[in-house]
């Protein structure tokens, strides 16, 4: 297999993509379906969409059929490394460099910047200059809030899918196609708006000596929706750990523990079902690779959430994110209070600390519920299908529910006329995308190069070229959440399994996404391979109270289970104690 049935072109104008980032939004491949439908009439002409609003480019500087935006071979979701730079030539006073850095940590491997000519663009720039005061000024964004609430509204208006019949289940999802333009229009706004005001903070605290201060002074802001999941998962741990029925019912196993659950009249299990019920109809969206309508969420398969709950109930007291969190913003407070004092003879860059202080907590929080309300959305559209695809399963058309999501959006209607004659068209595109998902994509994809032959491709973690740790080294990332830490080493490649952490162990995983969330809180610490100040891995680290430390390249190859690490989530380093 040389190319996949999603492939997109190159575009000869934004001529660079790269997984950096990407793997964070998509660390497996995309489904047929999922790109199709979710991605190409959704998510992709939002975001070009909120280029546009943001004030980077105008309509006819781009495309979106082939899509100049995003880009995917073999199933695997690209940044376009390209546009992010047109908006560091044309926003005043950034770079196309410091667009790297922000958006893509250190990483290596990211093509040196090519000037075009159209690159620079005065009228653009004024615009930028507009957007950029906005975003340093403004203490609320009314298009966000709304597609959040969109986003809301639509779970709660879902109909029974039981009810509803094949065709009107595919109206359904693709109904959804549309809602996530709306509010990814506005989450794309978010994210190039999100950097910023970290990056005044940073460059103050630079500025003054006092750079490591950074990072503590934007911890706990509060109202990171992707957080919230941990504490509502803490709660519930809390509850199996004060209760020797739910305890024992956990010691039995998590594959048939919430019927066994259901069988019991008992107040702990009563007690213990509503709170779980409560949890999924907030955060059941969440899953492994959740931006793909394929991947299955907490809502679809329990076990998901319920194994992060089994490492979770054996965390210590000490560990509660409530109190870190409380801890942390009032140690926030003191501290800006202090850094606002050194600079108070300096009314520019008094005001400059101030208004990178207020935008970054305020664009944290759009972020997270940007990404929550998109999510949200293509969870609406997983829901339906999946329903679909069970249907599938009992008429012998599939085996698996997932398999209808190897259909392409445009073969819908036709599948729904007569869904046998797909049967092998579907079995073919599913064995072959077990196979991609266990491929390692190219980190970039440029125009000069092409994008090499999928037959090509290394497998995922086969011999690994990166070079061993050795006792004493130190490892250099980019500081994310505060804390000083030494623990075991733990390298965790998908959230689902993960049934070895101890509490006092450190997660050194690939990257995450909000899926990983409550694992956050089942360790002591987290290194991640790729990242910046604004990832996720670095916003919720700050908001529960771990230490963490990003962009550590190859974290995951160099740095053996079981070696003992001390993290330091203030300056950024990671280093080797013991093997």
């Given at each position: 297999m040389?190319?996949w049935?999603?492939?997109?072109?190159?575009s000869?104008?934004?001529?660079?993509?790269?997984?950096a980032?990407?793997?964070?939004?998509?660390?497996?491949?995309?489904?047929?379906?999922?790109w199709s439908l979710g991605?190409?009439?959704?998510?992709i002409?939002g975001?070009a969409?909120g280029?546009?609003?943001?004030?980077v480019?105008?309509?006819?500087?781009?495309a979106?059929?082939?899509?100049?935006?995003?880009?995917?071979?073999?199933g695997?979701f690209?940044n376009?490394l390209s546009?992010?730079?047109?908006m560091?030539?044309?926003?005043?006073g950034?770079?196309p460099?410091a667009?790297?850095?922000?958006?893509f940590?250190?990483?290596?491997?990211?093509?040196v910047?090519?000037?075009?000519?159209?690159?620079?663009n005065?009228a653009?720039?004024?615009k930028?200059?507009?957007?950029?005061a906005w975003?340093?000024?403004?203490?609320?964004?009314e298009?966000m809030?709304?597609?959040?609430a969109?986003?809301?509204?639509t779970v709660?208006?879902r109909?029974?899918?039981a009810?509803?019949?094949?065709?009107?289940?595919?109206?359904?999802?693709r109904?959804?196609?549309?809602?996530?333009y709306?509010?990814?229009?506005?989450y794309?706004?978010?994210?190039?708006g999100a950097?910023?005001?970290?990056?005044?903070v940073?460059?103050?605290?630079a500025?003054?000596?006092r750079?490591e201060?950074a990072?503590?002074v934007?911890?706990?802001v509060?109202?990171?929706?992707?957080?919230?999941?941990?504490?509502?998962?803490w709660?519930?741990?809390r509850l199996v750990?004060a209760?020797?029925?739910?305890?024992?019912a956990?010691?039995q196993?998590?594959?048939?523990l919430l019927?066994?659950l259901t069988?019991?009249s008992?107040?702990d299990a009563v007690?213990?079902?509503?709170?779980?019920q409560a949890?999924?109809?907030?955060?059941g969206?969440?899953?492994?690779?959740?931006?793909?309508?394929?991947?299955?969420s907490?809502?679809?398969?329990?076990?998901?959430?319920?194994s992060?709950?089994e490492?979770?109930?054996?965390?210590?007291?000490?560990?509660?994110?409530?109190?870190?969190?409380?801890?942390?913003?009032?140690?926030?407070?003191?501290?800006?209070a202090?850094l606002?004092?050194l600079v108070?003879?300096?009314?520019?860059?008094s005001g400059?600390?101030?208004?990178g202080?207020?935008s970054?907590?305020?664009?944290?929080?759009?972020?997270e519920?940007?990404?929550?309300?998109?999510?949200?959305?293509i969870h609406e559209?997983?829901?339906?299908?999946?329903?679909l695809?069970?249907?599938?399963?009992?008429?012998?058309v599939?085996?698996?529910p997932?398999?209808?999501?190897?259909?392409?959006d445009d073969?819908?209607?036709?599948?729904?006329?007569?869904?046998?004659?797909?049967a092998g068209?579907?079995?073919?595109r599913?064995q072959?995308?077990?196979q991609?998902?266990e491929?390692e994509?190219?980190?970039?994809?440029?125009?000069?190069?092409g994008?090499?032959?999928?037959?090509?491709?290394?497998?995922?973690n086969?011999?690994?070229t990166?070079?061993?740790?050795?006792?004493?080294?130190?490892?250099?990332g980019a500081?994310a959440a505060?804390?000083?830490?030494t623990g075991?080493?733990?390298?965790?490649?998908?959230?689902?399994?993960?049934?070895n952490?101890?509490?006092t162990?450190?997660?050194i995983a690939?990257?995450t996404?909000p899926?990983?969330?409550?694992l956050?809180?089942?360790?002591?610490?987290?290194v991640?391979?790729v990242?910046?100040i604004a990832?996720h891995?670095?916003?919720?680290?700050?908001e529960?109270?771990?230490?963490?430390?990003?962009?550590v390249?190859?974290?995951?190859?160099?740095?053996p289970?079981?070696?003992?690490?001390?993290v330091?989530g203030?300056t950024g380093?990671?280093?080797?104690?013991s093997l």
């Open positions: 040389d190319r049935i999603t492939d997109t072109e190159i000869s104008r934004f001529p660079y993509y790269t997984r980032n990407a793997d964070e939004v998509g660390p497996d491949p995309f489904s047929p379906l999922g991605w190409m009439k959704g998510c002409p975001v969409e280029f546009v609003q943001f004030g480019l105008d309509h006819d500087e781009f979106l059929d082939p899509p100049e935006v995003f880009g995917n071979w073999g695997y690209y376009q546009l992010p730079r047109l560091g030539c044309r926003m005043p950034a770079t460099a667009i790297d850095l922000a958006y940590g250190d990483h290596p491997g990211v093509p910047y090519q000037p075009h000519p159209d690159d620079e005065e653009q720039s004024a930028l200059a507009t957007k950029m975003v340093m000024s403004t203490d609320r964004f298009a809030d709304a597609g959040a969109l986003a809301r509204r709660a208006e109909p029974n899918l009810s509803l019949s094949d065709a009107e289940l595919v109206a359904r999802g109904a959804m196609a549309p809602l996530i709306d509010v990814w229009t506005s794309c706004e978010v994210c190039l950097s910023l005001g970290p990056g005044a940073q460059a103050v605290c500025a003054i000596g750079g201060d990072v503590k934007m911890a706990a509060g109202n990171i929706e992707s957080a919230e999941a941990s504490f509502a998962m709660d519930l741990s750990k209760s020797p029925e739910l305890t024992d956990f010691d196993g998590i594959g048939d019927d066994r069988q019991s008992s107040p007690g213990f079902l509503a709170a779980w949890m999924l109809a907030e955060h969206h969440r899953g492994p690779n959740e931006w793909d309508m394929r991947a299955h907490w809502t679809t398969k329990p076990t998901l959430a319920l992060m709950l490492r979770l109930r054996f965390q210590t007291e000490d560990r509660s994110p409530h109190v870190a969190r409380a801890a942390a913003a009032q140690q926030r407070k003191v501290l800006a202090e606002l004092g108070a003879d300096d009314p520019e860059t400059m600390l101030q208004a202080l207020s970054a907590a305020l664009f944290y929080s759009l972020r519920r940007g990404k929550g309300a998109c999510i949200r959305v559209a997983k829901l339906a299908f999946m329903e695809g069970r249907r599938m399963v009992q008429r012998d599939t085996i698996d997932q398999q209808v999501f190897m259909l392409l073969e819908l209607d036709a599948f729904l006329a007569d869904p046998e004659s797909f068209t579907i079995r073919e599913d072959s995308f077990r991609l998902s491929l994509p190219p980190y970039i994809v440029a125009l000069e190069d994008v090499p032959p999928i037959s090509t491709w290394a497998r995922r086969a011999g690994a990166a070079t061993p740790v050795s006792v004493g080294d130190v490892l250099q500081p505060q804390g000083v830490v075991t080493a733990r390298v965790i490649l998908d959230p689902a399994d993960a049934p952490l101890e509490p162990d450190i997660m690939p990257t996404d899926s990983w969330t409550p956050f809180l089942s360790v002591a610490g987290v991640v391979n990242g910046a990832s891995a670095a916003i919720v680290s700050r529960v109270g771990v230490p963490c430390v990003v962009s390249v190859d974290a995951t190859q160099r740095i289970d079981g070696a003992t690490i001390t330091d203030s380093t990671v280093t080797i104690v």
